[in-house]
């Protein structure tokens, strides 16, 4: 099998009433797909588990296949869903027998699926730019203070933390009262 498309995604909007949703791309075991249910007006998220919230269908085929939710989702949800393989190499080839070209097939299959997946993460990471030339160190501070701001230090170079919320917020009502006052 070839993977001629480099997505490895879909997204649905409940109605109520549908159940089956359509995953076209190639995947190798059911457990691979990973389903996402997203309230629309909260952000709330919740990964659904599989046998339990959906089943699927559809693996090994070339057209993809299908993820039927067990509810429908209402329309305040939007589903995710996405191939998320195993990062293992399950195929052991053994010296002098005959080389099973289904199986090294999907052995690179299943590479393209993990390379796939990275890159669908490492899009959705805050990163900087291929043409940022600074010297800038993306790692978070080793301690994180709740309630506080994660800035960019003052010489720019990376990150450090900033003031809490109630600092922020205690500026913001003396700008205001300043403000009325003028």
């Known amino acids: 099998m070839t993977i001629s498309s480099e997505t490895n995604r879909v997204s649905y909007t409940g109605n109520g009433v549908t159940t089956a949703f359509s995953f076209p791309y190639y995947f190798l075991a059911d457990a691979d797909l990973v389903v996402i249910s997203r309230n629309i007006s ?5 990964v659904k588990a599989i046998t339990t919230d959906y089943t699927v269908s559809g693996a090994l085929s070339s057209g993809g296949g299908t993820v039927t939710m067990l509810s429908a989702p209402t329309s305040a949800v939007k589903l995710s869903i996405y191939r998320d393989p195993a990062i293992t190499q399950p195929l052991d080839l053994v ?4 080389l099973p070209a289904e199986s090294v097939e999907r052995a690179f299959d299943r590479g393209t699926m993990i390379a796939q997946r990275n890159s669908d993460r490492i899009d959705r990471a805050v990163r900087l730019t291929d043409g940022f030339a600074s010297t800038f160190d993306p790692q978070l501070p080793a301690i994180l203070t709740a309630d506080s701001a994660l800035i960019v230090n ?4 990376g990150f450090s933390i900033g003031p809490t919320a109630a600092a922020i917020s205690g500026a ?3 700008a205001t009262s300043a403000a009325a006052s003028a």
């Open 154 to 157: 003052s010489a720019g170079t």
């Open 172 to 174: 913001q009502a003396a």
């Open 42 to 46: 909260s952000g709330a998220e919740t």
């Open 95 to 98: 010296d002098n027998d005959p």
